[in-house]
T-cell receptor
Framework: GAVVSQHPSWVICKSGTSVKIECRSL??????MFWYRQFPKQSLMLMAT?????????EQGVEKDKFLINHASLTLSTLTVTSAHPEDSSFYIC????????????FGPGTRLTVL | GENVGLHLPTLSVQEGDNSIINCAYS??????FIWYKQESGKGPQFIID?????DKRQGQRVTVLLNKTVKHLSLQIAATQPGDSAVYFC??????????FGTGTRLLVSP
């Protein structure tokens, strides 16, 4: 149980284009999903917290107009990187917390974004 | 500024040894702690958790110890196997829905 998927697992795009990453909780309902970014050999940095049906809460320094988050249902959240640039290249990971209220976050497998 | 993340602490052990990975957390109000294992190119995998009203919790081959007095958390892995090689992160729930991750420790297990 507690399986989270992400799609795509990797993507290469040209500078200036937009990329959408999907995060799904497969066997549980997630009222809250989280988006993280991880650079090589570094820890996970929280970008935003997404609650179903409401606007995402962004961490300080994360541009909400550049990283668009939509949490349309209890099993799906999307992150769109708009007008991507090479410095946006990173490993993006989502996590989901169960509706049952426990604090455990279950992570997706991550999406490797490379912007040329 | 200097990126301390590039110098990930590394613990090297022999197969069959016991491993102890340590973590210092920052917020004395944190009430829930989790250890995650992350293999290269993959997302973090839940290992074990502990609430602040406990000081020890055991799982299969793993034990987490919590010392709230000095804000220290440790993960003990018994009979370490090559498949345990990965980066291990501790995470604390600070009470605002969010987890704050430690810098991570790389565990290398030699056969």
């Amino acid at each position: 149980g507690a399986v989270v998927s992400q799609h795509p697992s990797w993507v290469i795009c040209k500078s200036g284009t937009s990329v959408k990453i999907e995060c799904r909780s497969l066997d549980f309902q997630a009222t809250t999903m989280f988006w993280y970014r991880q650079f090589p050999k570094q820890s996970l940095m929280l970008m935003a917290t997404s609650n179903e049906g409401s606007k995402a809460t962004y961490e300080q320094g994360v541009e909400k107009d550049k990283f668009l988050i939509n949490h349309a249902s209890l099993t799906l959240s999307t992150l769109t990187v708009t007008s991507a640039h090479p410095e946006d290249s990173s490993f993006y990971i989502c996590s989901a917390r169960s509706k049952t209220g426990l604090d455990t976050q279950y992570f997706g497998p991550g999406t490797r974004l490379t912007v040329l | 500024g200097e990126n301390v993340g590039l110098h990930l602490p590394t613990l090297s052990v022999q197969e069959g040894d016991n491993s102890i990975i340590n973590c210092a957390y920052s917020n004395s109000a944190s009430d829930y702690f989790i250890w995650y294992k992350q293999e290269s190119g993959k997302g973090p995998q839940f290992i074990i958790d502990i609430r602040s009203n406990m000081d020890k919790r055991q799982g299969q081959r793993v034990t987490v110890l919590l010392n709230k007095t000095v804000k220290h958390l440790s993960l003990q892995i018994a009979a370490t196997q090559p498949g345990d090689s990965a980066v291990y992160f501790c995470a604390e729930n600070t009470g605002f829905q969010k987890l704050v991750f430690g810098t991570g420790t790389r565990l290398l297990v030699s056969p």
